[in-house]
């Protein structure tokens, strides 16, 4: 049987077999635009919020952060910006003062299609590992990629 693609409330889409997919109703368009009516809400109230509760950066001396600069450069951010779960991992990139490069799997296309290839979904939050022999990981899912970067990272503070 074919496969579907279902959008969420967070502009994610993901593919799903016909018969998990809705059908067709004429309800279909006044759904998808209640859920981009309350993205619309929501997306700014969240980006507020993130903004006012920004944790202050862990503080290291310049060697130890010069390292962790270049242990960054291996990693990178599929995120959303207004998904919480994107931004419960990048508060935890601030508090950890760490420069990952971000991402946008939502409205770019390449990063999309580069997270659906190597992860093999579209969700986000997901942190691309590129090992030192230059093998990529994918790891998902807020919690996952929080308690890898404190075990990477947490302990570097002078
Ligand atoms: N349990 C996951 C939930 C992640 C999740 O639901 N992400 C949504 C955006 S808020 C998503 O990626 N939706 C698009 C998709 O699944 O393709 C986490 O903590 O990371």
Redesign the pocket.
């Known amino acids: 049987m074919k496969n579907a693609i279902v959008h969420?409330l967070?502009g994610?889409?993901?593919e799903v077999s016909r018969h998990q997919a809705l059908p067709f109703t004429p309800m279909k368009p006044v759904i998808r635009a209640f859920f981009k009516a309350l993205r619309l809400v929501l997306g700014p109230v969240m980006l507020l919020k993130e903004r006012l509760t920004h944790p202050k950066g862990m503080q290291r001396d310049a060697a130890a952060q010069a390292a962790v600069d270049v242990q960054c450069q291996s990693l990178a951010l599929y995120q959303?910006n207004t998904?919480?779960?994107?931004i419960k991992v990048r508060q935890e990139m601030r508090r950890l003062s760490l420069p990952i490069e971000k991402r946008d799997a939502q409205h770019n296309v390449t990063h999309r299609d580069e997270l659906q290839q190597g992860s093999g979904?579209?969700?986000?939050?997901c942190l691309k590992i590129t090992e030192a022999n230059g093998q990529a990981r994918w790891l998902?899912?807020?919690?996952a990629i929080v308690a890898y970067l404190r075990d990477q990272f947490e302990t570097t503070a002078c």
Do not use: E, I, L, R
Not at 83 to 86: D, K, S, T
Not at 140 to 143: A, E, I, L, P, T
């Open positions: 969420d967070w994610g889409s993901s959303f998904c919480p779960f994107c979904a579209t969700k986000v939050p998902q899912d807020s919690n």
